[in-house]
């Protein structure tokens, strides 16, 4: 069965204090690995998907990088608007369209 | 372009009731999936239409929960008799052929008493 472990579960930051987000997981065949964020009381909102080992993508103050074994969220110079929870979730195997989330992590920023 | 529309967004009915959930999908999206998050778990698949037809239905959790889609357009998620163990967050989920980006909705909340 898949396994995604996010970690860590919550994290505080003061505006402007950078900081990563992990993403581990164990798959067979890893066909997509996907950045989510969720706001409180809404569904996920799609940021990132990364396909293979060393691809990398921006937005704004978020960037997503992709090993064999982990994925990374950076956060850039946060500000308070980038508080939400940020899920991670892959899909693997042959024509296999389901998503197998982590727990994410919850992440507070302070002005 | 509209969302992806579910309702309603919160329900709260009694151990042995039987509720309803709607999803309205993207318009032309084929793709059709029902997800849902359990307090403290992690969001979890419970099937994949493909049009009208069901394509995997591996995270039903039991007979109690009928999911159809009519016509490939809209579809509901019944569960008779709820019990207390299936309270959570409902996500409903639609992407185009082809693609496996998913938009979601923003979840229906079943609480069971």
């Known amino acids: 069965e898949d396994q995604v472990t996010q970690s860590p579960e919550a994290l505080r930051l003061q505006e402007g204090e950078s900081s990563s987000l992990n993403c581990s997981y164990t798959?067979?065949?890893?066909?997509?690995l996907f950045w989510y964020r969720q706001d409180p009381g809404k569904g996920p909102e799609f940021l990132f998907t990364?396909?293979?080992a060393g691809e990398e993508k921006e937005k704004e103050r978020l960037k997503a990088t992709l090993t064999k074994k982990e994925s990374f969220l950076h956060i850039t110079a946060p500000k308070p608007e980038d508080s939400a929870t940020y899920l991670c979730?892959?899909?693997?195997?042959?024509?296999?369209?389901?998503?197998?989330f982590g727990a994410g992590t919850t992440v507070t920023v302070r002005a | 372009e509209a969302g992806v529309t579910q309702f309603p967004s919160h329900s709260v009915i009694e151990k042995g009731q039987t509720v309803t959930l709607r999803c309205d999908p993207i318009?032309?999206?084929?793709?059709l999936y029902w997800y849902r998050r359990v307090m403290g778990k992690e969001i979890k698949f419970l099937l994949h239409?493909?049009?009208?037809?069901?394509?995997?239905e591996s995270g039903m959790p039991n007979n109690r929960f009928l999911a159809e889609r009519t016509g490939g357009t809209y579809s509901t998620l019944k569960v008779q008799p709820a019990e207390l163990e299936d309270s959570g967050v409902y996500f409903c989920?639609?992407?185009?052929?082809?693609?496996?980006?998913?938009?979601f909705g923003s979840g229906t909340r079943l609480t069971v008493v």
């Open positions: 979730a892959v899909q693997a195997g042959s024509n296999d369209y389901k998503l197998s």
């Open positions: 798959v067979s065949g890893l066909r997509g």
């Open positions: 990364l396909y293979s």
């Open positions: 989920a639609s992407s185009d052929r082809g693609s496996y980006g998913y938009t």
């Open positions: 318009s032309g999206h084929d793709n």
């Open positions: 239409f493909v049009k009208e037809s069901k394509q995997d």
